[in-house]
């Protein structure tokens, strides 16, 4: 995004079921342009943007629709001017979030927006703000913060308190369900990274036909699979 683009937007994207974004750099030259992902129009996901990188822009990703999911895989967000992410009913989930601000890098203000942020690092930041502020539920786990005034700040009613950090193993905003009632924590499963697949050869290309052959049996497994 060029000088003297207040209003912009990086990318205004909508996607459904089979979306992927991946491998960008979204900037704005003068850091002053609005929003760097914009997911506002009716029904963002399940969709999956891997190896983002967003730098500049008033907030870095934005999510407004109350549908369908949203997954990021190694997101970076640099110098915005209010927030890294805003999710107002959206749920998201990012995995390797690096961020370079003085601004929260995270904030939900609606009790519908749900969050899993899982290895976070948070460079920068100032001491008057926190580095997540929210609404709605949340799993933080593998949280680190610097200069922040403080971790998470959690303004629901029934709320858990909070963390201070600078470093957080894990939190979680409700109570966690789990076969042994004294366990307070999530499992800490590990978390595998989105596989990459990249394969444009017209040759390879397979059709799931929508009717099957007279006679034969009505399962598409097969077919599926092979594509």
Do not use: C
Not at 15 to 32: A, C, E, L, P, Q
Not at 120 to 137: F, M
Not at 206 to 227: M, Q, S, Y
Request: aromatic share 6%; glycine share 10%; hydrophobic share 35%.
């Amino acid at each position: 995004v060029g000088y003297g683009n207040q209003g912009a937007i990086g990318l205004s994207h909508v996607g459904n079921n089979t979306s992927t974004v991946s491998n960008i750099t979204i900037r704005s030259r003068d850091g002053k342009g609005k929003h760097g992902i914009a997911l506002d129009r009716a029904w963002p996901g399940p969709n999956l943007f891997q190896d983002i990188k967003i730098i500049g822009f008033d907030v870095g990703v934005r999510l407004t629709h109350w549908e369908y999911s949203v997954t990021f895989d190694r997101l970076v967000l640099e110098n915005q001017r209010k927030f890294g992410i805003t999710n107002n009913k959206n749920a998201i989930a990012v995995h390797h979030l690096r961020s370079k601000n003085s601004v929260p890098i995270y904030k939900s203000s609606d009790p519908n927006g749900h969050a899993v942020l899982i290895d976070v690092v948070a460079e920068g930041g100032d001491p008057s703000v926190p580095a997540i502020v929210y609404e709605g539920g949340i799993l933080v786990r593998q949280l680190k913060t610097s200069v922040y005034m403080t971790a998470i700040v959690d303004k629901n009613k029934k709320s858990n308190g909070g963390a201070s950090g600078p470093k957080v193993k894990e939190y979680v905003s409700q109570r966690v369900n789990a076969p042994i009632t004294e366990n307070k924590t999530s499992l800490n499963l590990p978390v595998e990274t989105a596989p990459v697949y990249r394969n444009n050869a017209p040759a390879d290309v397979v059709v799931v036909p929508r009717k099957l052959p007279k006679g034969a049996p009505r399962d598409h497994t097969e077919n599926i699979r092979k594509a």
